[in-house]
């Protein structure tokens, strides 16, 4: 299967937030079991922050940091939904929530598995997306 780079854009509930993202297709993304992620049903397309671009809503955005405060998760204070943030394991990247997406498909994302119990390894397997 081939790989193609494509242009998508997304944002939070209520519109405020829109962000545009370059990304490879199929869309591989990441469920990761962590207390945040797993309460909020983010699915991780994580791309380089050159790869990112935010539209329009940044004065409508709320930042949370916890833990060791590396990651930045942004949340757009009106609606209350994260669309992205800079995560702990690449935070020379963006993470897009892939459910913030417009016009994705969930059915066709390719899903695989960050487990947050074995830390290391899975960000050492993740490093390379981050990467221009």
């Known amino acids: 299967m081939s790989e193609e780079t494509v242009p998508l854009e997304g944002g939070c509930h209520c519109g405020r937030v829109r962000f545009a993202v370059r990304a490879a297709w199929p869309l591989r993304v990441l469920d990761c079991n962590c207390s945040i992620c797993r309460m909020s049903g983010f699915l991780h397309l994580i791309v380089p922050a050159s790869a990112f671009e935010l539209l329009s809503g940044g004065e409508s955005l709320a930042e949370y940091r916890f833990n060791t405060g590396v990651a930045r998760h942004f949340f757009c204070r009106h ?26 498909p969930m ?21 390379h997306l981050s990467r221009a």
């Open 107 to 127: 059915d066709e994302l390719i899903v695989g598995k960050f487990d947050d119990n074995d830390r290391d390894a899975a960000t050492a397997a993740v490093a």
């Open 79 to 104: 609606c209350g939904i994260k669309p992205f943030y800079v995560p702990r394991s690449n935070p020379d990247g963006i993470d897009v929530n892939a459910r913030c997406l417009d016009g994705v």
